[in-house]
């Protein structure tokens, strides 16, 4: 998949997207990297630990959780972006749903697109993309952040997702994104029941009928604490996290995104050491 200055995103081995939430409201790590040194430090362990892509994020989107500012977002994303690019050729990914941010993160040496709105939320988003040619991570949610888990209701969660991805392939299509530059995201834990999230990992093979890489988030997410009867932390959920990635890639799922890097590496080398010793 290309990326901007002549570079690739290999898509030949499960990848891990490391999470750097520059927010003071995110569920698991709000606060912790909202400042620049912060950021760049926890940016470096991503590198360290080995991750693929590091993922940075000025808006929250917990439930719950309110818009933010256009100029309170660039104000958090841009200095860190730029300070990344400064010291690694990393793929970065911008968590955005404005096309304003992420064309100015584009700019300062973003590669990827990560739209939790699928490009619904900004009309001008699908411009950005296709001017700037980089790849766009499109994901299913249902409602907004505030209210997508207030009694979320489906008659068949999978079926639900997959429609709703033939009809965003289908809008990037009439706008001029090519089908390889996309990657799917069925957003656990966006508007979904715990069945559903169950559903959707039981399913992930489904997903990749679309032809797309298929990305993945369950990381820290709360209904793993449902499931375990305790770990109400959001850092609690380690193991949990780590168990549902590899059930995702087992599915098929090509990237994961997590918060616990080396983990979950360590997770996946040993997974793969099993499937090659077959």
Partial sequence: MPLPRNRQLEMRKPMVMGILNVTPDSFSDG?????????????????????????????????GSEPVALKDELERVIPVVLAVRKISEIPISIDTTKAEVARQAIEAGADIINDISALRFDAQMAEVA????????????????????????????VAEIKDFFRERLEYCHRNGIEREKIILDPGIGFGKRLED???????????KETGCPIMVGTSRKS??????????????RIGGSIASALIALMGGADIIRVHDVAATIEAIEVWKALQESE
Avoid: W
């Avoid at 990297?33 to 994020?57: H, Q, T």
């Avoid at 499109?138 to 207030?150: A, E, F, I, Y």
């Avoid at 999230?197 to 997903?207: D, K, P, Q, S, T």
């Fill in 31 to 63: 606060g912790r990297f909202a400042e620049l040194d912060a950021a760049v430090e926890r940016a470096c362990r991503i590198i360290e630990e080995k991750g693929d892509i590091i993922d940075i994020g000025g808006e929250s989107s917990r439930p």
């Fill in 197 to 207: 999230n169950l559903a959707i990992l039981r399913h992930i093979a489904e997903f």
């Fill in 130 to 157: 296709v001017e700037s040619g980089v790849p766009v991570i499109l994901m299913h949610m249902r409602g907004l952040p505030k209210t997508m888990q207030v009694d979320p209701i489906y008659d068949n969660c």
């Fill in 223 to 236: 209904f793993i604490g449902h499931i375990s009867g305790g770990a109400n932390e959001a850092e609690e």
